[in-house]
């Protein structure tokens, strides 16, 4: 008989990719205790060395995804400057581990979930009361009773086991009024991937394919076109398994997929189309990366009538700009080009009620599965958008333990609370700015510019005054000071700029945008710190003239810091000491206080 051990939480998210590990991350910081249970060795899911897709988002100027996303990709640019895939999942294992209130349960896979099933309030039937994973490492159980329980599994594991609402495939342009080509509603979706990435070296390398690899010629690869020494290259079209079930038929598409990744190495070495003589294979997936597979059914479904129409939601709890960008089902063997790529108003507003369940009272869920249409699925799905989800639900479970709320109850009585926390957490909501306290309006600022107050924490076409200015330039060891008579201070909120365009980082596009690199040239540029980052910063509070050192900042690794203080001062001073570079300014978009 195995042994079970019993552990009880508020929050139990399952699946560790990188929406699971932002809503972990996300409810652990607010105070509530979580369990992270996740199938795999490493974090990341997608994104971790197992598979490697990198993390996509929003298009378009100024609109990269902040919050805790923004936060490991610059602490991963200060610790991994060649983007090592070994050092990444270090970081992701990192953010987990260094919060006190997350039990990690690594190589445990989720297989079992308790309900009551019953009528209950706002239409609702049942609620989860507890799941059981198993830990393949201890060949030991472990159930979590939980309050509230997230699926951010991808493939929606808690659907089949406590029977939420869910759909699987695409839609009739005729039920949703969607720009697409079915006629009729049927179960294909995207595929999957087993990615292969190259390492250039000073030496001729052999390859040798399996016998089993799949023989390619020219013809196969018509509208995808290999090219190592292409940045953007990341082989994502080796994909197969749409016209099947990506979850039922896994394992054999696995082979398939292995064995076209082997065969279009093998095309790339030994055809002599290419200039691949010192090019190494550096890595081979062997765990598909997916695309699709069940969407959790929620109390609104996002459709992309919704995203090309630029609707904006009043529950705004997070924002998406990928395309269009469906996958036709055949994958690699599609004649034609593999997908679309249909621009999307960028960036576009997503709703809280797409988050949690709308059959099951205590379920949310965050990543590619939340209540969406397949249309709408193919530019949410992109992992970036999927962080910015799992922060909203890390905030709402939080906020519905706190208050001792369903998922749905937070959308009726405490959505602006939700809003409010996303937004002093540096998550950029389109359609919000944060509020600014009375206090602080109110209070004598030393420098003419008051933009720092304006609660806009990014410069942004929708902000964006008629020159453009979005932050106040402060030389090294400028005194930046509120004096506001004596009152007591809760929280200080200072934003500084991680150049959200990256143009201050070596390489193309490409390169300077994402966090791992799939193909490693002897030209693949060292990364650095964005150069208009504050480096070095002090805050101070000041009454009756003497000076409480508040923080004092060195090697700075983030962009926004909201610091709770509860103290009473006449003063507060901010004090940037210098950058990332040798620049004499250091751009300053928010420093106010409530």
Same mark, same amino acid.
């Given at each position: ?5 019993h552990i ?8 560790g990719? $990188? ?18 249970m ?7 899911g ?11 988002g ?16 610059l ?18 294992? !990192?953010?987990v581990k ?10 445990c ?26 830990q ?18 991808g !493939?929606?594991i ?11 495939g ?6 949703f ?7 009729t509603? !049927? ?40 090219d ?19 979850i ?22 030994n055809?002599?189309k ?10 081979l997936g062997?765990l ?10 929620g ?6 009538? !919704? ?8 529950d705004?709890?997070?924002? /998406? ?13 599609h ?10 108003p960028a ?35 992109? $992992? ?7 922060e ?30 996303l ?12 509020e600014?306290s009375?206090?602080c ?7 003419e ?5 304006n ?12 020159? /453009? ?7 090294? /060891?400028?005194?930046?000071?509120y004096?506001?008579?004596?009152q ?5 909120h200072?934003?500084?700029c991680s ?5 201050t ?15 490693? $040239?002897?030209?693949?540029?060292? $990364?650095?710190?964005?150069k208009?980052?504050c480096k ?13 050192e508040i923080?004092?900042?060195?090697d700075?690794r ?16 901010l ?5 990332w ?7 300053i ?6």
């Open positions: 008989m195995l042994k079970t051990k009880e939480c508020d929050l139990c998210v399952i699946g990719g $990188m929406s699971g590990l932002a809503a972990a991350i996300s409810a652990a910081r607010e105070g509530i205790n979580v369990v992270l996740h199938e795999r060795a490493v974090l990341g997608n994104a971790s060395s197992e598979i490697r897709m990198w993390i996509c929003a298009h378009g100027k100024d609109n990269r995804e902040t919050g805790i996303l923004e936060e490991i990709a602490e991963n640019l200060y610790r991994n400057p060649t983007k090592s895939y070994a050092v990444w999942d270090t970081v992701l294992y !990192d953010f260094r919060e006190k209130n997350i039990t990690l349960l690594l190589n896979t989720c297989m079992d979930a308790t309900t009551e099933n019953k009528p209950l309030a706002h239409n609702r039937n049942a609620r989860i009361t507890s799941v059981t994973g198993y393949m490492t201890t060949q030991c159980f472990y159930e979590v009773t939980a309050k509230y329980f997230c699926d951010s599994s !493939d929606s808690l659907a089949p086991l406590c029977n939420a609402e869910y759909r699987i695409r839609e009739a342009c005729s039920e009024g969607e720009d697409t080509s079915i006629l509603a !049927d179960s294909m979706t995207m595929g999957m991937s087993c990615l292969i990435g190259g390492r250039e070296t000073t030496n001729d390398i052999k390859y040798t394919a399996p016998e089993w690899s799949t023989p390619l010629n020219e013809q196969n690869f018509e509208n995808r076109n290999p190592l020494y292409n940045e953007t290259e990341n082989f994502w079209y080796l994909e197969l398994g749409g016209d099947r079930n990506t039922d038929d896994t394992e054999v598409l696995r082979d398939e997929l292995i064995s076209l990744a082997t065969g279009t190495w093998d095309y790339i070495k055809s002599g290419f200039d691949s003589s010192k090019w190494d294979l550096d890595f062997f598909p990366g997916k695309r699709e597979s069940r969407r959790m059914c109390e609104y479904m996002v459709t992309q009538r !919704d995203i090309s129409d630029g609707k904006v939601f009043t705004e709890i997070a924002y /998406g700009g990928w395309p269009i960008d469906d996958h036709f089902p055949g994958g690699f063997y004649k034609g080009t593999p997908n679309t790529d249909i621009a999307t960036p576009y507003s997503l709703p809280y009620r797409a988050l949690y369940s709308k059959n099951i009272e205590n379920l949310f869920f965050a990543g590619r599965n939340i209540s969406m249409t397949h249309m709408a699925m193919s530019s949410i799905r992109v $992992m970036a958008t999927c962080s910015l989800l799992g909203a639900v890390g905030k709402a479970a939080a906020i519905a333990t706190k208050f001792d709320l369903t998922p749905h109850e937070v959308y009726l009585e405490k959505i602006g609370l939700l809003q409010k926390l937004l002093d957490e540096d998550c950029f909501l389109p359609s919000k700015t944060r600014i009375t206090k309006k109110n209070a004598e600022l030393n420098i510019n008051d933009i720092i107050r609660g806009q924490d990014r410069a942004h076409v929708i902000y964006e005054n008629s020159d /453009g200015e979005y932050a106040y330039l402060a030389e090294g /060891g400028e005194e930046i000071t004096s506001f008579g004596t007591n201070i809760s929280s200080v200072i934003v500084f150049d959200l365009n990256r143009d980082l070596p390489g193309g596009v490409c390169e300077r945008g994402h966090s791992t690199r799939a193909n490693h $040239m002897l030209t693949s540029p060292q $990364m650095h710190m964005p208009t980052l070095e910063f002090k805050l101070f509070g000041e009454s009756d003239g003497k000076r409480t923080l004092n900042v060195t700075n983030k962009r926004s810091y909201h610091v709770n203080i509860n103290q009473t001062f006449d003063k507060l001073i004090v940037p000491q210098k950058c570079s040798d620049e004499e300014n250091v751009r978009i928010s420093f106010d206080f409530n």
